[in-house]
């Protein structure tokens, strides 16, 4: 939002809560039967927000009327378990999938699933979520990763093989195609079926491309990055660790680019001024790094926020710290929020 007399832009601060977190302060479980019902999910979102708002009732006043859940689960594994991986489940740590190439298939025989038949429990999952409570809770698309999140989660630490040696390259492209092919008519089904836009903006998670060089993210991720862009609408990348300059180069040449998420100690002055240059101003979406907030002081919080709102100022900016850990002090993290406030109070910005 902007100020129009001060052309400053409001701040907004997020902040999303590990499982371990979770388990141990809301009594959420990662067990199989969590994912494979909805109304228990619900149940454990509305008890979620009540935690918040008795631990932290200056950052969380209210509840909300409306839960929003997201269907089948934050989506870690939708991708996974539609290619057939199988999915370990935990009471404290988020399900993740086990490869199954070579293993299991080899590449040239890996192919477009049943769509149809592999989502059929999100649909009879939203179905049930809407003969119970109506229109009273909000069902919004899971996270499906991107292309190579979800070619690493198919192959393991053998696609880096595939993309990084010259040898096999052919073998990385071919995944690679079928992932894309695979992630945008996903993309499309959930659409569908939550009725939502053919087009509009979506997220696609970079998380593996951290252990790839710029050369190797233009050569591929950049190029299945775009094909999904052009056929799904404006895509906002999420990037993990810290960014090369280098690589926010490159997240500009993706075809309607409306901004990135970044990690700590990415050089978000680099970002901006690479971001103003585009025709819009995309959104900056920085990091606090969760084990910061974990160990350092309160002042030493305040200070690494006050370092981001200065050199990611003069556009659209979300500061969050996602995968807060257990045991994390109060006061860092209502400091983090406080000095957010403090900032738009200054500036005079009003929501």
Excluded at 126 to 152: C, H, S
Aim: glycine share 6%; with cysteine; net charge positive.
């Amino acid at each position: 939002m902007t100020d129009i007399n001060n052309n400053f832009y409001a701040v907004m601060a997020n902040t999303e809560f590990s499982s371990r977190w979770l388990a141990k302060n809301v009594g959420w479980t990662f067990k199989r039967e969590i994912y494979e019902d909805p109304l228990k999910r619900v149940k454990l979102k509305k008890k979620y927000h009540e935690v918040l708002n008795e631990m932290f009732p200056e950052i969380y006043p209210t509840t909300p009327t409306k839960i929003t859940i997201i269907l089948g689960g934050p989506g870690i594994t939708t991708m996974s378990m539609l290619f057939g991986c199988k999915i370990k489940y935990n009471k404290e740590i988020e399900p993740w999938a086990m490869p199954i190439i070579p293993n299991i298939i080899e590449p040239f025989h890996l192919k477009m699933p049943n769509i149809n038949d592999g989502f059929l429990y999100l649909a009879e999952q939203y179905d049930k979520i809407r003969e119970t409570y109506g229109r009273r809770v909000k069902i919004v698309e899971p996270d499906l990763q991107g292309p190579l999140n979800i070619a690493f989660k198919l192959c393991g630490d053998k696609i880096f093989h595939y993309i990084g040696i010259k040898s096999k390259k052919h073998i990385g492209r071919h995944i690679l195609q079928i992932v894309t092919d695979t992630y945008i008519e996903a993309h499309k089904w959930i659409r569908r079926l939550l009725k939502k836009k053919a087009r509009k903006a979506f997220i696609v998670s970079e998380c593996t491309s951290y252990f790839i060089s710029p050369q190797t993210f233009e050569e591929f991720n950049l190029i299945y990055d775009t094909q999904a862009a052009k056929e799904l609408g404006p895509i906002f990348v999420h990037s993990c660790g810290e960014t090369s300059n280098e690589k926010i180069d490159l997240f500009t040449k993706l075809p309607e680019f409306v901004g990135a998420e970044l990690g700590f100690g990415t050089d978000l002055k680099y970002a901006r001024t690479i971001f103003k240059n585009e025709n819009s101003n995309p959104l900056i979406y920085a990091r606090i790094d969760p084990r910061r907030i974990l160990n350092e002081t309160f002042q030493q919080i305040r200070e690494d926020v006050n370092w981001i709102l200065k050199t990611a100022q003069g556009g659209p900016l979300t500061i969050s710290c996602v995968g807060v850990p257990y045991g994390t002090p109060r006061k860092n993290i209502y400091t983090f929020h406080e000095t957010c406030w403090k900032y738009n109070e200054q500036k005079n910005i009003n929501f």
